[in-house]
T-cell receptor, first 115, second 113 residues
Framework: DAGVTQSPTHLIKTRGQQVTLRCSPK?????VSWYQQALGQGPQFIFQ???????QRGNFPDRFSGHQFPNYSSELNVNALLLGDSALYLC??????????????FGDGTRLSIL | RKEVEQDPGPFNVPEGATVAFNCTYS??????FFWYRQDCRKEPKLLMS???SGNEDGRFTAQLNRASQYISLLIRDSKLSDSATYLC??????????????FGKGTKLSVKP
């Protein structure tokens, strides 16, 4: 039973560039949430996707956008990268409906460094 | 006021010690509560859910006080392998599914021989 998988594991970019991070949810899960974790902080919610639509959004600028595909996988896109975007980006999956009280499961994360 | 606040760390304890972490949350509409554990440079992993009646899993005991909006985690007989950052997490449902998780900043625990 595959858990949440994310790619790439590490990425180095320069200011102003654009980046796309990918996530495949745990088998059977239909909801994907993205979080940003800066060094020494707890993860911060970016947005959540369900049925290929953004359902909730945290306090992040429009430079952060996403997508969910029919197979429930998801992408996080960040444009015009800033030094402050350097962080661990975590994807979490969960199941809507009857099992919605089950905890979210996290992938290993993508460590993004901006130079 | 932060939505989820935890004890400032780090906690440095000897093996076998009992250690307690406390957490408060500000949103009274929060519906689910968890403790996650995060090892250095790894993803958060669920340690345990927290129920109103309190729950225990081996050496770990979690308590929830909804009236005080307070969550706790007690670790007994601590092991070297318990060294990690412990994250207090609250959640509200949205549209029939889990909403966004709100994380505390985390409390770092170091268990020494």
């Amino acid at each position: 039973d595959a858990g949440v998988t994310q790619s790439p594991t590490h990425l180095i970019k320069t200011r102003g560039q654009q980046v796309t991070l990918r996530c495949s949810p745990k088998s059977g899960h239909d909801t994907v949430s993205w979080y940003q974790q800066a060094l020494g902080q707890g993860p911060q919610f970016i947005f959540q996707y369900y049925e290929e639509e953004e359902r909730q959004r945290g306090n992040f600028p429009d430079r952060f956008s996403g997508h969910q595909f029919p197979n429930y996988s998801s992408e996080l896109n960040v444009n015009a990268l800033l030094l402050g975007d350097s962080a661990l980006y975590l994807c979490a999956s969960s199941l809507s409906g009857e099992w919605s009280n089950q905890p979210q499961h996290f992938g290993d994360g993508t460590r993004l460094s901006i130079l | 006021r932060k939505e989820v606040e935890q004890d400032p760390g780090p906690f440095n304890v000897p093996e076998g010690a009992t250690v307690a972490f406390n957490c408060t949350y500000s949103n009274s509409a929060s519906q689910s509560f968890f403790w996650y554990r995060q090892d250095c440079r790894k993803e958060p992993k669920l340690l345990m859910s927290v129920y109103s009646s309190g729950n225990e899993d081996g050496r770990f005991t979690a308590q929830l006080n909804r009236a005080s909006q307070y969550i706790s985690l007690l670790i007994r007989d601590s092991k070297l392998s318990d060294s990690a950052t412990y994250l207090c997490v609250v959640n509200s449902y949205y549209g029939g599914s889990q909403g966004n998780l709100i994380f505390g900043k985390g409390t770092k625990l170091s268990v020494k021989p």
